[in-house]
């Protein structure tokens, strides 16, 4: 029993409390960022994170509408996320140095991958440069291999022939053939066709996800200890290692008794960090960064591909304008970087894709690292994680035409009008006005491979096979879990191989270099 005389000493104790936590609501620089989606008093906030996770979507257009060109606030269920969406703060956060807003802390915090890869792995981050620039300066010559990996994978799961149709799960035929081809040049042969490697490279990133819905119960000081003794994403990581050992020593083997002399050496991935790898113990941090190699590769490659693919198979009247340049690029050049470089309309596709639908309905991630004033005022304080507001970006009527119209020529269109228009609207370009693959010196580093595969599945499949929705004839609608945008979950498509043209484009690969 509580002596009642203690009884007005508590109360007043629970007073002071709640007046001091107001006092610190109300003086946070976040209190004064419109909120959206709910109300920013605390607790009840709670109840717009719940609303946060099913419409989404509709919360951050909300917040578009009536705050645009500003900040606003969304709550989370741990934390507020601030939106940006004009052009001159989206500039300004992308210019700012990483002690000042950081890409790597932003991702860190969402994913906690420091409490289940090597530490080192994060910290050291060189993988990411050999992505960037090794990666993307040797397309001209592993291009060719991914096509060769695409006309091995293809047939196996996408197992159509001449004269009758097939339906086939598109999503996950995909995710089986992108990580095939990427690990082609991400580990090269045989091992980028051993089955049970590939399937731990695409169940990674369900493991990580779970890992992480399960530590975010948990205060930041225990997550290492749970991680530590029960993860999905670590168990994957030192089956990994065991995979990989054989053949990182059979490399060094190699590398030891030919040095510079050894002429065959494979030019891959693997190779690559094993080069650059500067500690003895070298197993497992080459193969984690393999596996976060392909944890950013597959899964965004095959539901950019997949969604694409599938509107394609539902809009069939543009199936043919497609084919038609594919067949003509493909019969002048081979299939080189060249080739695909000049399959505008494929290109196009892809661009108005992400603009159009996207995998997220954010981009240019960021957490805060120190106090900073935007350009118009703001004030962001440390530790507050800021995003642009993507989807709204993408469907600007004042900078796209009818944003809300998926036009498959829209920027092979706009590439038609002149040399500067030409570079802005490839792909793989970012801008303020487009950034599914983020802006700034933190874009996707591996966003031009990822570019030039996703055209040569697409192109190997148009030019090699007809097709057309399968299912009840249409792909199903795009739903929004939170940031998310889940594609179909079971989009069927029948397939039917195509007979040779009279240039015999659709069963020749050209394995030639720019």
């Given at each position: 029993?509580?002596?009642?005389?203690?009884?007005?000493?508590?109360?007043?104790?629970v007073?002071?409390?709640v007046?001091?936590?107001?006092?610190?609501?109300?003086?946070?620089?976040?209190?004064?960022?419109?909120?959206?989606?709910?109300?920013?008093l605390?607790?009840?906030?709670?109840?717009?994170?719940?609303?946060?996770?099913?419409?989404?979507?509709?919360?951050?257009?909300e917040?578009?509408?009536?705050?645009?060109?500003?900040?606003?606030?969304?709550?989370?269920?741990?934390?507020?996320?601030?939106?940006?969406?004009?052009?001159?703060?989206?500039?300004?956060?992308?210019?700012r140095?990483?002690?000042?807003?950081?890409?790597?802390?932003?991702?860190?915090?969402?994913?906690?991958?420091?409490?289940?890869?090597?530490?080192?792995?994060?910290?050291?981050?060189?993988?990411?440069?050999?992505?960037?620039?090794?990666?993307?300066?040797?397309?001209?010559?592993?291009?060719p291999?991914?096509?060769?990996?695409?006309?091995?994978?293809?047939?196996?799961?996408?197992?159509?022939?001449?004269?009758?149709?097939t339906?086939?799960n598109?999503?996950?035929?995909?995710?089986?053939?992108?990580?095939?081809?990427?690990?082609?040049?991400?580990?090269?042969?045989?091992?980028?066709?051993?089955?049970?490697?590939?399937?731990?490279?695409?169940?990674?990133?369900?493991?990580?996800?779970?890992?992480?819905?399960?530590?975010?119960?948990?205060?930041?000081?225990?997550?290492?200890?749970?991680?530590?003794?029960?993860?999905?994403?670590?168990?994957?990581?030192r089956?990994?290692?065991?995979i990989?050992?054989?053949?990182?020593d059979?490399?060094?083997?190699?590398?030891?008794?030919?040095?510079?002399?050894?002429?065959d050496?494979?030019?891959?991935?693997l190779?690559?960090?094993?080069?650059?790898?500067?500690?003895?113990?070298?197993?497992?941090?080459?193969?984690?960064?393999?596996?976060?190699?392909?944890?950013?590769?597959?899964?965004?490659?095959?539901?950019t591909?997949?969604?694409?693919?599938l509107?394609?198979?539902?809009?069939?009247?543009?199936?043919?304008?497609?084919?038609?340049?594919?067949?003509?690029?493909?019969s002048?050049?081979?299939?080189?970087?060249?080739?695909?470089?000049?399959?505008w309309?494929?290109?196009?596709?892809?661009?108005?894709?992400?603009r159009?639908?996207?995998f997220?309905?954010?981009?240019?991630?960021?957490?805060?690292?120190?106090?900073?004033?935007?350009?118009?005022?703001t004030?962001?304080?440390?530790?507050?994680?800021?995003?642009?507001?993507?989807?709204?970006?993408?469907?600007n009527?004042?900078?796209?035409?009818?944003?809300?119209?998926?036009?498959?020529?829209?920027?092979?269109?706009?590439?038609?009008?002149?040399?500067?228009e030409r570079?802005?609207?490839?792909?793989?370009n970012?801008?303020?006005?487009?950034?599914?693959?983020?802006?700034?010196?933190?874009?996707?580093p591996?966003?031009?491979?990822?570019?030039?595969?996703?055209?040569?599945l697409?192109?190997?499949?148009?030019?090699n096979?007809?097709f057309?929705?399968?299912?009840?004839?249409?792909?199903?609608?795009?739903?929004?879990?939170?940031?998310?945008v889940?594609?179909?979950?079971?989009?069927?498509?029948?397939?039917?191989?195509?007979?040779p043209?009279?240039?015999?484009?659709?069963?020749?690969?050209?394995?030639?270099?720019?």
């Open positions: 029993m509580i002596d009642s005389a203690l009884v007005p000493d508590l109360w007043a104790g007073a002071i409390f007046v001091l936590y107001l006092v610190k609501w109300r003086l946070d620089p976040l209190y004064h960022i419109p909120t959206v989606g709910g109300t920013s605390p607790l009840l906030s709670y109840i717009g994170a719940r609303k946060f996770v099913h419409r989404g979507k509709d919360v951050i257009q917040g578009y509408r009536k705050h645009h060109g500003r900040a606003f606030k969304v709550p989370m269920m741990d934390k507020w996320k601030v939106f940006v969406s004009s052009p001159e703060l989206l500039d300004d956060i992308r210019r140095p990483d002690d000042e807003v950081s890409l790597t802390e932003s991702v860190e915090a969402d994913l906690q991958i420091r409490n289940i890869v090597d530490r080192e792995v994060v910290d050291n981050p060189y993988h990411i440069d050999i992505i960037k620039e090794k990666l993307t300066r040797s397309l001209p010559a592993v291009l291999h991914v096509v060769d990996e695409l006309r091995l994978a293809v047939p196996e799961h996408i197992p159509a022939v001449s004269g009758e149709w339906e086939v598109v999503l996950g035929a995909f995710r089986q053939i992108v990580a095939r081809a990427s690990n082609r040049v991400f580990v090269g042969e045989p091992l980028c066709r051993n089955e049970e490697f590939l399937a731990l490279m695409i169940r990674f990133a369900v493991d990580l996800w779970k890992d992480r819905a399960r530590l975010g119960w948990f205060p930041q000081f225990l997550k290492p200890y749970l991680s530590m003794s029960y993860s999905l994403a670590r168990r994957s990581l089956r990994n290692k065991e990989l050992q054989p053949v990182i059979e490399r060094k083997v190699m590398m030891e008794k030919w040095g510079d002399d050894w002429t050496k494979p030019n891959d991935m190779q690559w960090f094993i080069e650059a790898q500067e500690t003895e113990d070298q197993y497992q941090k080459v193969a984690d960064k393999i596996v976060l190699t392909n944890f950013a590769a597959i899964h965004t490659s095959s539901i591909g997949s969604v694409s693919f509107w394609l198979a539902d809009h069939p009247q543009y199936i043919e304008p497609i084919r038609d340049e594919i067949e003509e690029v493909v002048r050049n081979g299939w080189t970087k060249a080739a695909l470089g000049k399959m309309k494929l290109d196009s596709l892809l661009k108005e894709s992400q159009r639908q996207g997220n309905l954010a981009s240019l991630r960021r957490k805060v690292m120190k106090d900073i004033t935007l350009c118009d005022g004030v962001l304080p440390r530790g507050t994680d800021v995003v642009a507001a993507a989807y709204d970006i993408h469907h009527a004042a900078k796209y035409e009818d944003p809300y119209v998926f036009d498959p020529f829209r920027f092979s269109r706009m590439r038609a009008e002149s040399e500067e570079v802005k609207n490839q792909f793989v970012t801008s303020v006005d487009y950034i599914p693959f983020g802006h700034g010196k933190h874009a996707c591996g966003r031009f491979f990822a570019a030039n595969e996703l055209k040569a697409l192109a190997y499949l148009i030019l096979y007809d057309k929705m399968g299912g009840d004839g249409h792909a199903g609608p795009l739903t929004y879990q939170g940031l998310l889940i594609p179909p979950a079971n989009p069927m498509v029948k397939f039917r191989k195509r007979e043209t009279h240039h015999g484009i659709a069963t020749q690969h050209v394995m030639s270099h720019d």
